[in-house]
Protein backbone atom coordinates (compact mmCIF):
# COMPACT_ATOMS: atom_id res chain seq x y z
CA UNK A 1 0.00 0.00 0.00
CA UNK A 2 2.57 2.42 0.82
CA UNK A 3 3.35 5.53 2.99
CA UNK A 4 -0.78 7.07 3.31
CA UNK A 5 -0.36 11.08 2.83
CA UNK A 6 -3.07 13.36 3.28
CA UNK A 7 -3.66 17.18 1.51
CA UNK A 8 -7.17 18.54 1.35
CA UNK A 9 -8.50 20.09 -2.24
CA UNK A 10 -11.28 23.06 -2.38
CA UNK A 11 -14.25 22.17 -4.11
CA UNK A 12 -17.46 24.21 -5.35
CA UNK A 13 -20.56 22.79 -2.56
CA UNK A 14 -22.32 22.33 -5.16
CA UNK A 15 -19.93 19.77 -6.97
CA UNK A 16 -19.37 18.00 -3.98
CA UNK A 17 -22.95 17.36 -3.15
CA UNK A 18 -23.34 15.64 -7.02
CA UNK A 19 -20.23 13.78 -6.81
CA UNK A 20 -21.62 12.47 -3.13
CA UNK A 21 -24.62 10.69 -4.82
CA UNK A 22 -22.23 9.32 -7.78
CA UNK A 23 -19.77 8.00 -5.25
CA UNK A 24 -23.07 6.46 -3.54
CA UNK A 25 -24.96 5.15 -6.84
CA UNK A 26 -21.22 3.46 -7.69
CA UNK A 27 -21.15 2.00 -4.03
CA UNK A 28 -17.16 3.55 -3.37
CA UNK A 29 -16.73 3.23 0.61
CA UNK A 30 -15.44 7.30 0.63
CA UNK A 31 -14.50 10.14 -0.95
CA UNK A 32 -10.88 9.47 -0.90
CA UNK A 33 -11.00 5.88 -2.72
CA UNK A 34 -13.05 7.79 -5.77
CA UNK A 35 -10.90 10.22 -6.38
CA UNK A 36 -7.71 7.86 -6.20
CA UNK A 37 -9.50 5.62 -8.74
CA UNK A 38 -9.93 8.49 -11.28
CA UNK A 39 -6.34 9.73 -10.39
CA UNK A 40 -5.20 6.12 -11.69
CA UNK A 41 -7.55 5.47 -14.06
CA UNK A 42 -5.80 8.92 -15.90
CA UNK A 43 -2.47 6.89 -14.98
CA UNK A 44 -3.12 3.86 -16.99
CA UNK A 45 -4.26 5.76 -19.91
CA UNK A 46 -0.92 7.41 -19.42
CA UNK A 47 1.20 4.00 -19.57
CA UNK A 48 -0.26 2.99 -23.27
CA UNK A 49 0.03 6.63 -24.62
CA UNK A 50 3.66 6.91 -23.51
CA UNK A 51 4.23 2.86 -24.95
CA UNK A 52 5.29 1.51 -21.32
CA UNK A 53 5.21 -1.85 -20.25
CA UNK A 54 1.24 -2.61 -19.57
CA UNK A 55 -0.66 -5.22 -19.03
CA UNK A 56 -4.45 -6.07 -20.60
CA UNK A 57 -7.06 -8.98 -21.58
CA UNK A 58 -8.36 -9.55 -24.86
CA UNK A 59 -11.36 -10.77 -25.16
CA UNK A 60 -12.54 -12.66 -28.41
CA UNK A 61 -16.47 -14.34 -28.70
CA UNK A 62 -15.65 -16.74 -31.54
CA UNK A 63 -17.22 -19.56 -33.67
CA UNK A 64 -15.80 -22.73 -32.69
CA UNK A 65 -17.33 -24.30 -35.52
CA UNK A 66 -14.86 -22.37 -37.91
CA UNK A 67 -12.35 -24.43 -39.34
CA UNK A 68 -9.02 -23.72 -37.78
CA UNK A 69 -10.22 -21.19 -35.51
CA UNK A 70 -8.67 -23.37 -32.15
CA UNK A 71 -5.55 -24.20 -34.09
CA UNK A 72 -4.75 -20.41 -35.40
CA UNK A 73 -5.49 -18.96 -31.82
CA UNK A 74 -3.77 -21.71 -30.00
CA UNK A 75 -0.28 -20.98 -32.31
CA UNK A 76 -0.75 -17.22 -32.53
CA UNK A 77 -0.92 -17.35 -28.66
CA UNK A 78 1.93 -19.85 -28.18
CA UNK A 79 4.12 -17.72 -30.47
CA UNK A 80 3.51 -14.46 -28.27
CA UNK A 81 5.31 -15.77 -25.92
CA UNK A 82 6.06 -14.22 -23.05
CA UNK A 83 3.02 -11.64 -24.14
CA UNK A 84 0.49 -14.18 -23.16
CA UNK A 85 0.39 -15.30 -19.66
CA UNK A 86 -2.80 -17.63 -19.47
CA UNK A 87 -6.57 -17.92 -21.38
CA UNK A 88 -9.90 -18.84 -20.50
CA UNK A 89 -12.32 -20.36 -22.21
CA UNK A 90 -15.74 -20.05 -21.44
CA UNK A 91 -18.21 -22.27 -23.49
CA UNK A 92 -21.58 -19.87 -24.23
CA UNK A 93 -23.96 -21.99 -26.16
CA UNK A 94 -23.36 -25.11 -28.74
CA UNK A 95 -21.39 -22.21 -31.15
CA UNK A 96 -20.38 -19.76 -29.08
CA UNK A 97 -17.12 -19.23 -27.62
CA UNK A 98 -15.68 -16.42 -25.58
CA UNK A 99 -12.02 -16.50 -24.89
CA UNK A 100 -10.61 -13.90 -22.83
CA UNK A 101 -6.26 -14.16 -22.92
CA UNK A 102 -3.92 -12.28 -19.96
CA UNK A 103 -1.35 -10.44 -21.36
CA UNK A 104 1.92 -8.29 -20.59
CA UNK A 105 4.54 -6.28 -22.50
CA UNK A 106 5.14 -2.83 -24.31
CA UNK A 107 2.19 -1.42 -25.08
CA UNK A 108 2.26 -1.83 -29.05
CA UNK A 109 3.19 -5.34 -29.19
CA UNK A 110 0.28 -6.11 -27.36
CA UNK A 111 -1.77 -3.77 -29.36
CA UNK A 112 -0.62 -5.54 -32.50
CA UNK A 113 -1.11 -8.63 -31.10
CA UNK A 114 -4.92 -7.97 -30.11
CA UNK A 115 -4.94 -6.93 -34.13
CA UNK A 116 -4.00 -10.17 -35.30
CA UNK A 117 -5.91 -12.31 -33.07
CA UNK A 118 -9.14 -10.24 -33.69
CA UNK A 119 -8.79 -9.84 -37.18
CA UNK A 120 -8.92 -13.82 -37.55
CA UNK A 121 -11.81 -15.59 -39.08
CA UNK A 122 -14.71 -16.96 -37.44
CA UNK A 123 -13.52 -14.07 -34.35
CA UNK A 124 -16.65 -12.51 -34.25
CA UNK A 125 -15.96 -9.75 -32.17
CA UNK A 126 -12.68 -8.98 -29.82
CA UNK A 127 -11.49 -6.50 -27.51
CA UNK A 128 -8.55 -5.20 -26.10
CA UNK A 129 -8.84 -4.20 -22.46
CA UNK A 130 -5.83 -1.78 -21.23
CA UNK A 131 -5.24 -1.79 -17.75
CA UNK A 132 -1.52 -1.66 -15.88
CA UNK A 133 1.09 -4.04 -14.03
CA UNK A 134 0.46 -2.33 -11.50
CA UNK A 135 4.16 -1.63 -10.91
CA UNK A 136 3.89 2.10 -10.86
CA UNK A 137 0.46 2.77 -9.78
CA UNK A 138 0.11 2.05 -5.83
CA UNK B 1 -18.82 29.69 -8.59
CA UNK B 2 -21.10 28.64 -5.33
CA UNK B 3 -19.81 28.28 -1.94
CA UNK B 4 -16.67 26.56 -1.65
CA UNK B 5 -15.42 23.85 0.52
CA UNK B 6 -12.69 22.31 1.71
CA UNK B 7 -12.00 18.55 2.80
CA UNK B 8 -8.76 16.03 3.37
CA UNK B 9 -8.17 13.18 1.20
CA UNK B 10 -5.67 10.79 1.86
CA UNK B 11 -3.43 8.76 -0.89
CA UNK B 12 -0.59 6.89 -1.32
CA UNK B 13 2.57 8.73 -1.54
CA UNK B 14 3.51 6.96 -4.65
CA UNK B 15 0.08 7.05 -6.62
CA UNK B 16 0.45 11.52 -5.05
CA UNK B 17 3.76 11.60 -6.31
CA UNK B 18 3.08 10.32 -9.78
CA UNK B 19 -0.65 12.02 -10.54
CA UNK B 20 1.73 14.90 -9.56
CA UNK B 21 3.42 14.67 -12.80
CA UNK B 22 0.27 14.49 -15.06
CA UNK B 23 -0.55 16.98 -13.70
CA UNK B 24 2.23 19.08 -14.84
CA UNK B 25 2.36 17.35 -17.80
CA UNK B 26 -1.32 18.31 -18.41
CA UNK B 27 -1.25 22.25 -17.27
CA UNK B 28 -3.00 21.96 -14.23
CA UNK B 29 -2.77 25.14 -11.82
CA UNK B 30 -2.94 23.00 -8.93
CA UNK B 31 -4.78 19.28 -7.85
CA UNK B 32 -7.81 20.41 -6.66
CA UNK B 33 -8.54 21.80 -10.04
CA UNK B 34 -7.66 18.42 -11.52
CA UNK B 35 -9.54 16.41 -9.02
CA UNK B 36 -12.19 18.83 -9.83
CA UNK B 37 -12.16 18.16 -13.66
CA UNK B 38 -12.11 14.28 -13.10
CA UNK B 39 -15.07 14.75 -10.95
CA UNK B 40 -16.67 16.56 -13.85
CA UNK B 41 -16.10 14.22 -16.26
CA UNK B 42 -17.85 11.58 -14.35
CA UNK B 43 -21.03 13.69 -13.77
CA UNK B 44 -21.33 14.38 -17.27
CA UNK B 45 -21.12 11.11 -18.75
CA UNK B 46 -23.91 10.34 -15.88
CA UNK B 47 -26.10 12.65 -17.46
CA UNK B 48 -26.01 11.25 -20.87
CA UNK B 49 -26.27 7.95 -19.68
CA UNK B 50 -29.70 8.95 -17.34
CA UNK B 51 -31.41 10.88 -20.61
CA UNK B 52 -30.52 13.97 -18.84
CA UNK B 53 -30.72 17.38 -20.78
CA UNK B 54 -27.23 17.73 -22.25
CA UNK B 55 -25.60 19.92 -24.64
CA UNK B 56 -23.09 18.78 -27.26
CA UNK B 57 -21.29 19.36 -30.50
CA UNK B 58 -21.86 17.07 -33.91
CA UNK B 59 -18.61 17.62 -36.26
CA UNK B 60 -19.24 16.61 -39.50
CA UNK B 61 -16.57 16.24 -42.21
CA UNK B 62 -17.95 16.63 -45.19
CA UNK B 63 -17.49 17.32 -49.27
CA UNK B 64 -19.18 19.54 -50.98
CA UNK B 65 -18.92 18.62 -54.25
CA UNK B 66 -21.82 16.26 -53.41
CA UNK B 67 -25.04 17.03 -54.62
CA UNK B 68 -27.63 18.20 -52.17
CA UNK B 69 -25.52 17.62 -49.56
CA UNK B 70 -25.38 21.55 -48.20
CA UNK B 71 -29.43 21.39 -48.76
CA UNK B 72 -29.61 18.31 -46.57
CA UNK B 73 -28.03 19.19 -43.81
CA UNK B 74 -29.39 22.81 -43.68
CA UNK B 75 -33.35 21.22 -43.76
CA UNK B 76 -32.32 18.29 -41.10
CA UNK B 77 -30.78 21.22 -38.80
CA UNK B 78 -34.14 23.53 -39.36
CA UNK B 79 -36.61 20.61 -38.70
CA UNK B 80 -34.10 20.15 -35.19
CA UNK B 81 -34.96 23.13 -33.91
CA UNK B 82 -35.14 24.04 -30.71
CA UNK B 83 -32.01 21.01 -30.51
CA UNK B 84 -29.57 22.89 -33.17
CA UNK B 85 -28.22 25.93 -31.36
CA UNK B 86 -25.58 27.24 -33.93
CA UNK B 87 -23.18 25.81 -36.81
CA UNK B 88 -19.63 26.78 -37.89
CA UNK B 89 -18.54 25.88 -41.08
CA UNK B 90 -14.80 25.55 -42.24
CA UNK B 91 -13.52 25.59 -45.68
CA UNK B 92 -10.91 23.15 -45.18
CA UNK B 93 -9.81 23.23 -48.78
CA UNK B 94 -11.36 22.60 -52.30
CA UNK B 95 -13.48 19.94 -51.32
CA UNK B 96 -13.57 19.09 -47.61
CA UNK B 97 -15.81 21.15 -45.27
CA UNK B 98 -15.49 20.79 -41.26
CA UNK B 99 -18.86 21.78 -39.74
CA UNK B 100 -19.22 21.70 -36.60
CA UNK B 101 -23.19 22.11 -34.89
CA UNK B 102 -23.84 23.21 -30.84
CA UNK B 103 -26.97 21.21 -29.99
CA UNK B 104 -28.76 21.11 -26.42
CA UNK B 105 -31.87 18.69 -25.68
CA UNK B 106 -32.47 15.85 -24.22
CA UNK B 107 -29.63 13.17 -24.69
CA UNK B 108 -31.67 10.50 -26.68
CA UNK B 109 -32.87 12.47 -29.24
CA UNK B 110 -29.39 14.23 -29.92
CA UNK B 111 -28.18 11.00 -30.35
CA UNK B 112 -30.82 10.61 -32.91
CA UNK B 113 -30.36 13.86 -34.59
CA UNK B 114 -26.48 13.40 -34.60
CA UNK B 115 -27.15 9.77 -36.71
CA UNK B 116 -28.96 11.50 -39.05
CA UNK B 117 -26.54 13.70 -40.15
CA UNK B 118 -23.59 11.39 -39.68
CA UNK B 119 -25.15 8.45 -41.85
CA UNK B 120 -25.83 11.06 -44.92
CA UNK B 121 -24.48 10.40 -48.23
CA UNK B 122 -21.50 13.01 -49.04
CA UNK B 123 -20.39 13.21 -44.93
CA UNK B 124 -17.01 11.47 -45.17
CA UNK B 125 -16.80 11.02 -40.85
CA UNK B 126 -18.91 12.57 -38.23
CA UNK B 127 -18.77 12.16 -34.08
CA UNK B 128 -20.84 13.75 -31.49
CA UNK B 129 -19.33 15.07 -28.92
CA UNK B 130 -21.20 14.78 -24.97
CA UNK B 131 -20.67 17.21 -23.13
CA UNK B 132 -23.18 19.40 -20.35
CA UNK B 133 -25.64 22.24 -20.25
CA UNK B 134 -23.40 23.44 -17.42
CA UNK B 135 -26.89 23.88 -15.29
CA UNK B 136 -26.03 20.60 -12.72
CA UNK B 137 -21.93 20.56 -13.07
CA UNK B 138 -20.97 23.42 -11.08
CA UNK C 1 -21.67 -19.90 -39.82
CA UNK C 2 -25.32 -20.31 -41.63
CA UNK C 3 -26.17 -19.33 -45.22
CA UNK C 4 -23.66 -17.00 -47.34
CA UNK C 5 -24.77 -14.33 -49.61
CA UNK C 6 -22.87 -11.88 -51.29
CA UNK C 7 -23.56 -8.71 -52.47
CA UNK C 8 -21.89 -5.84 -54.08
CA UNK C 9 -21.18 -2.44 -52.65
CA UNK C 10 -19.62 0.40 -54.47
CA UNK C 11 -16.69 2.60 -53.06
CA UNK C 12 -14.28 5.30 -54.49
CA UNK C 13 -11.06 4.28 -55.56
CA UNK C 14 -9.37 5.91 -53.36
CA UNK C 15 -10.74 4.79 -49.83
CA UNK C 16 -11.08 1.52 -51.51
CA UNK C 17 -6.93 1.48 -51.50
CA UNK C 18 -6.75 3.00 -47.94
CA UNK C 19 -8.96 0.67 -46.90
CA UNK C 20 -6.43 -2.11 -48.31
CA UNK C 21 -3.62 -1.31 -46.54
CA UNK C 22 -5.51 -0.63 -42.97
CA UNK C 23 -6.57 -4.42 -44.11
CA UNK C 24 -3.18 -5.62 -44.34
CA UNK C 25 -1.50 -3.98 -41.37
CA UNK C 26 -4.07 -5.43 -38.98
CA UNK C 27 -4.19 -8.80 -40.66
CA UNK C 28 -7.34 -9.88 -42.25
CA UNK C 29 -7.67 -11.99 -44.54
CA UNK C 30 -9.82 -10.05 -46.63
CA UNK C 31 -11.98 -7.13 -47.30
CA UNK C 32 -15.10 -9.19 -46.83
CA UNK C 33 -13.85 -10.38 -43.25
CA UNK C 34 -12.91 -6.46 -42.72
CA UNK C 35 -16.25 -5.44 -43.36
CA UNK C 36 -18.13 -8.51 -41.19
CA UNK C 37 -15.82 -7.09 -38.43
CA UNK C 38 -17.20 -3.81 -38.47
CA UNK C 39 -20.67 -4.66 -38.69
CA UNK C 40 -20.78 -7.17 -35.86
CA UNK C 41 -18.83 -4.55 -33.79
CA UNK C 42 -21.86 -1.89 -34.48
CA UNK C 43 -24.25 -4.91 -33.52
CA UNK C 44 -22.57 -5.69 -30.00
CA UNK C 45 -22.73 -1.56 -29.07
CA UNK C 46 -26.55 -2.00 -29.83
CA UNK C 47 -27.03 -4.80 -27.52
CA UNK C 48 -26.04 -3.07 -25.20
CA UNK C 49 -27.50 0.10 -25.73
CA UNK C 50 -30.56 -1.72 -25.86
CA UNK C 51 -30.32 -3.22 -22.67
CA UNK C 52 -30.42 -7.09 -24.04
CA UNK C 53 -28.85 -10.09 -22.95
CA UNK C 54 -24.81 -9.64 -23.02
CA UNK C 55 -21.73 -11.53 -22.65
CA UNK C 56 -18.83 -9.46 -21.31
CA UNK C 57 -15.75 -9.25 -19.12
CA UNK C 58 -14.71 -7.02 -15.86
CA UNK C 59 -11.13 -6.68 -15.35
CA UNK C 60 -9.71 -5.94 -11.98
CA UNK C 61 -6.02 -4.83 -10.85
CA UNK C 62 -5.89 -5.26 -7.61
CA UNK C 63 -3.21 -5.36 -4.23
CA UNK C 64 -3.84 -8.53 -2.68
CA UNK C 65 -2.18 -7.05 0.41
CA UNK C 66 -4.94 -5.09 0.86
CA UNK C 67 -6.90 -6.71 3.90
CA UNK C 68 -10.28 -8.37 3.26
CA UNK C 69 -10.29 -7.36 -0.95
CA UNK C 70 -9.67 -11.45 -1.43
CA UNK C 71 -12.74 -12.16 0.77
CA UNK C 72 -14.96 -8.93 -0.91
CA UNK C 73 -14.40 -10.10 -4.09
CA UNK C 74 -15.28 -13.75 -3.78
CA UNK C 75 -18.58 -12.37 -1.75
CA UNK C 76 -19.54 -10.43 -4.32
CA UNK C 77 -19.71 -12.86 -7.15
CA UNK C 78 -21.12 -15.52 -5.25
CA UNK C 79 -23.88 -13.11 -4.97
CA UNK C 80 -23.91 -11.86 -7.98
CA UNK C 81 -24.38 -15.76 -9.58
CA UNK C 82 -25.83 -16.31 -12.18
CA UNK C 83 -23.90 -12.77 -13.90
CA UNK C 84 -21.03 -14.34 -13.31
CA UNK C 85 -19.84 -17.59 -15.24
CA UNK C 86 -15.84 -17.97 -14.44
CA UNK C 87 -13.07 -16.53 -13.21
CA UNK C 88 -9.66 -16.10 -13.48
CA UNK C 89 -6.79 -14.82 -11.58
CA UNK C 90 -2.77 -14.09 -12.60
CA UNK C 91 -0.58 -13.30 -10.24
CA UNK C 92 1.66 -10.47 -11.83
CA UNK C 93 4.28 -9.30 -9.34
CA UNK C 94 4.66 -9.76 -5.71
CA UNK C 95 1.61 -7.67 -5.02
CA UNK C 96 -0.17 -7.10 -8.17
CA UNK C 97 -2.85 -9.34 -9.30
CA UNK C 98 -5.03 -9.29 -12.81
CA UNK C 99 -8.58 -10.87 -12.10
CA UNK C 100 -10.95 -11.23 -14.97
CA UNK C 101 -14.40 -12.39 -14.90
CA UNK C 102 -16.13 -13.38 -17.81
CA UNK C 103 -20.23 -12.18 -17.44
CA UNK C 104 -23.57 -12.56 -18.86
CA UNK C 105 -26.93 -11.45 -18.29
CA UNK C 106 -28.59 -8.11 -18.76
CA UNK C 107 -26.67 -5.00 -19.25
CA UNK C 108 -28.25 -2.76 -17.17
CA UNK C 109 -27.21 -5.85 -14.24
CA UNK C 110 -23.81 -6.34 -15.76
CA UNK C 111 -22.99 -2.54 -15.60
CA UNK C 112 -23.84 -2.51 -11.77
CA UNK C 113 -21.76 -5.74 -10.56
CA UNK C 114 -18.72 -3.78 -12.77
CA UNK C 115 -19.47 -0.32 -10.74
CA UNK C 116 -19.62 -2.63 -7.35
CA UNK C 117 -16.04 -4.61 -7.75
CA UNK C 118 -14.07 -1.55 -9.63
CA UNK C 119 -15.49 0.61 -6.50
CA UNK C 120 -13.91 -1.56 -3.67
CA UNK C 121 -10.74 -0.69 -2.16
CA UNK C 122 -7.81 -1.96 -3.28
CA UNK C 123 -9.01 -2.17 -6.59
CA UNK C 124 -6.60 -0.17 -8.11
CA UNK C 125 -7.77 -0.23 -11.81
CA UNK C 126 -11.03 -1.83 -13.34
CA UNK C 127 -13.07 -1.96 -16.62
CA UNK C 128 -15.51 -3.66 -18.25
CA UNK C 129 -15.31 -5.00 -21.92
CA UNK C 130 -18.28 -5.08 -23.75
CA UNK C 131 -18.95 -7.84 -25.73
CA UNK C 132 -22.14 -10.24 -27.23
CA UNK C 133 -23.37 -13.59 -26.41
CA UNK C 134 -23.07 -14.28 -29.62
CA UNK C 135 -27.00 -15.90 -30.37
CA UNK C 136 -27.85 -12.70 -32.39
CA UNK C 137 -24.69 -11.70 -34.41
CA UNK C 138 -23.49 -14.45 -36.72
CA UNK D 1 -15.52 12.38 -55.18
CA UNK D 2 -13.51 10.33 -56.88
CA UNK D 3 -13.85 7.20 -59.63
CA UNK D 4 -16.00 4.58 -58.07
CA UNK D 5 -15.53 1.02 -58.55
CA UNK D 6 -17.40 -1.61 -56.90
CA UNK D 7 -16.72 -5.27 -55.41
CA UNK D 8 -19.00 -7.76 -53.50
CA UNK D 9 -18.28 -9.54 -50.24
CA UNK D 10 -19.91 -12.65 -48.96
CA UNK D 11 -21.58 -12.31 -45.56
CA UNK D 12 -23.93 -14.64 -43.88
CA UNK D 13 -27.86 -13.97 -44.15
CA UNK D 14 -28.37 -13.65 -40.71
CA UNK D 15 -25.34 -11.17 -40.26
CA UNK D 16 -26.77 -9.20 -43.14
CA UNK D 17 -30.49 -9.26 -41.79
CA UNK D 18 -29.19 -7.49 -38.17
CA UNK D 19 -27.13 -5.33 -40.20
CA UNK D 20 -29.86 -4.03 -42.59
CA UNK D 21 -31.92 -3.21 -40.10
CA UNK D 22 -29.47 -1.38 -37.69
CA UNK D 23 -28.71 0.94 -41.17
CA UNK D 24 -32.73 1.61 -41.47
CA UNK D 25 -32.83 2.75 -37.52
CA UNK D 26 -29.66 4.99 -38.15
CA UNK D 27 -30.65 6.63 -41.56
CA UNK D 28 -28.29 4.80 -44.25
CA UNK D 29 -29.26 5.55 -47.67
CA UNK D 30 -28.30 1.86 -48.10
CA UNK D 31 -25.55 -0.45 -47.52
CA UNK D 32 -22.48 1.19 -49.34
CA UNK D 33 -23.17 4.41 -47.71
CA UNK D 34 -22.93 2.95 -44.40
CA UNK D 35 -19.57 0.46 -44.94
CA UNK D 36 -18.04 3.13 -46.48
CA UNK D 37 -18.66 5.21 -43.19
CA UNK D 38 -17.14 2.37 -40.89
CA UNK D 39 -13.98 2.15 -43.20
CA UNK D 40 -13.97 6.13 -43.19
CA UNK D 41 -13.95 5.33 -39.21
CA UNK D 42 -11.06 3.13 -38.87
CA UNK D 43 -8.98 5.67 -41.58
CA UNK D 44 -9.58 8.48 -39.38
CA UNK D 45 -8.43 6.76 -35.98
CA UNK D 46 -5.45 5.15 -37.89
CA UNK D 47 -4.60 8.83 -39.34
CA UNK D 48 -4.21 9.88 -35.01
CA UNK D 49 -2.68 6.81 -34.28
CA UNK D 50 -0.28 7.66 -36.71
CA UNK D 51 0.32 11.42 -36.15
CA UNK D 52 -0.40 12.75 -39.55
CA UNK D 53 -1.87 16.19 -39.72
CA UNK D 54 -5.27 15.90 -38.41
CA UNK D 55 -7.92 17.93 -38.07
CA UNK D 56 -10.48 18.22 -34.88
CA UNK D 57 -12.66 20.04 -32.72
CA UNK D 58 -11.87 21.25 -29.04
CA UNK D 59 -15.07 21.62 -27.07
CA UNK D 60 -15.13 23.56 -23.56
CA UNK D 61 -17.71 24.24 -20.94
CA UNK D 62 -16.98 27.24 -19.04
CA UNK D 63 -18.25 29.55 -16.31
CA UNK D 64 -16.93 32.76 -18.01
CA UNK D 65 -17.58 34.90 -14.53
CA UNK D 66 -14.64 32.94 -13.82
CA UNK D 67 -11.56 35.98 -13.81
CA UNK D 68 -9.52 36.04 -16.13
CA UNK D 69 -10.90 32.53 -17.92
CA UNK D 70 -12.68 34.66 -21.23
CA UNK D 71 -8.37 36.30 -21.99
CA UNK D 72 -6.68 33.22 -20.72
CA UNK D 73 -8.89 31.44 -23.72
CA UNK D 74 -7.98 34.09 -26.41
CA UNK D 75 -4.24 34.33 -25.23
CA UNK D 76 -3.62 29.90 -25.61
CA UNK D 77 -5.15 30.27 -28.90
CA UNK D 78 -3.36 33.54 -30.46
CA UNK D 79 -0.42 31.56 -29.40
CA UNK D 80 -1.69 28.24 -31.18
CA UNK D 81 -2.19 29.66 -34.40
CA UNK D 82 -1.61 28.26 -36.95
CA UNK D 83 -3.58 25.14 -35.47
CA UNK D 84 -6.74 27.31 -34.67
CA UNK D 85 -8.99 28.31 -37.25
CA UNK D 86 -12.19 29.46 -36.01
CA UNK D 87 -13.71 29.17 -32.83
CA UNK D 88 -17.60 29.86 -31.39
CA UNK D 89 -19.16 30.79 -28.74
CA UNK D 90 -22.80 29.75 -27.35
CA UNK D 91 -24.42 31.52 -24.39
CA UNK D 92 -26.10 28.15 -22.82
CA UNK D 93 -27.23 30.71 -19.99
CA UNK D 94 -26.49 33.23 -17.73
CA UNK D 95 -23.32 31.77 -16.24
CA UNK D 96 -22.24 28.78 -18.39
CA UNK D 97 -20.64 29.28 -22.00
CA UNK D 98 -19.68 26.45 -24.72
CA UNK D 99 -17.08 27.32 -26.82
CA UNK D 100 -15.89 25.01 -29.63
CA UNK D 101 -12.95 25.32 -31.34
CA UNK D 102 -11.97 23.87 -35.16
CA UNK D 103 -8.20 23.36 -35.63
CA UNK D 104 -6.06 21.61 -38.01
CA UNK D 105 -2.57 20.51 -37.47
CA UNK D 106 -0.13 17.37 -36.15
CA UNK D 107 -2.05 14.99 -34.18
CA UNK D 108 0.40 15.58 -31.14
CA UNK D 109 0.19 19.35 -31.45
CA UNK D 110 -3.44 19.29 -31.25
CA UNK D 111 -3.42 17.41 -28.38
CA UNK D 112 -0.99 19.38 -26.04
CA UNK D 113 -3.18 22.12 -26.95
CA UNK D 114 -5.97 20.53 -25.90
CA UNK D 115 -4.93 19.56 -22.27
CA UNK D 116 -3.73 23.07 -22.13
CA UNK D 117 -7.57 24.76 -22.51
CA UNK D 118 -9.01 21.61 -20.75
CA UNK D 119 -7.04 22.10 -17.77
CA UNK D 120 -7.70 25.78 -17.45
CA UNK D 121 -9.00 27.24 -14.08
CA UNK D 122 -12.53 27.58 -14.94
CA UNK D 123 -13.53 24.99 -17.63
CA UNK D 124 -15.66 22.77 -16.51
CA UNK D 125 -15.37 19.89 -19.08
CA UNK D 126 -13.65 19.64 -22.31
CA UNK D 127 -12.98 17.68 -24.58
CA UNK D 128 -10.83 16.87 -28.12
CA UNK D 129 -13.08 15.85 -31.03
CA UNK D 130 -10.57 13.95 -33.38
CA UNK D 131 -11.59 13.63 -37.51
CA UNK D 132 -9.35 14.60 -40.23
CA UNK D 133 -8.63 17.03 -43.21
CA UNK D 134 -10.39 14.26 -45.74
CA UNK D 135 -7.58 14.98 -47.51
CA UNK D 136 -6.71 11.40 -47.83
CA UNK D 137 -10.22 9.55 -46.87
CA UNK D 138 -12.25 9.83 -49.72
Known amino acids: MGKLVRFSISIEQDLLTAFDALIQARGYENRSEAIRDAIRRQLVHQEWEEGEEVAGVITL ?16 QHHALPQVIASTH ?10 FIAVKGEAKAIERLADRLISLKGVKHGELTATSTGRNIK
Chains 1, 2, 3, 4 share one sequence.
Do not use: K, M, S, V
Not at 90 to 99: A, Q, S, Y
Open 61 to 76: LYDHHRPGIGEALTEI
Open 90 to 99: IHLDITNCLE
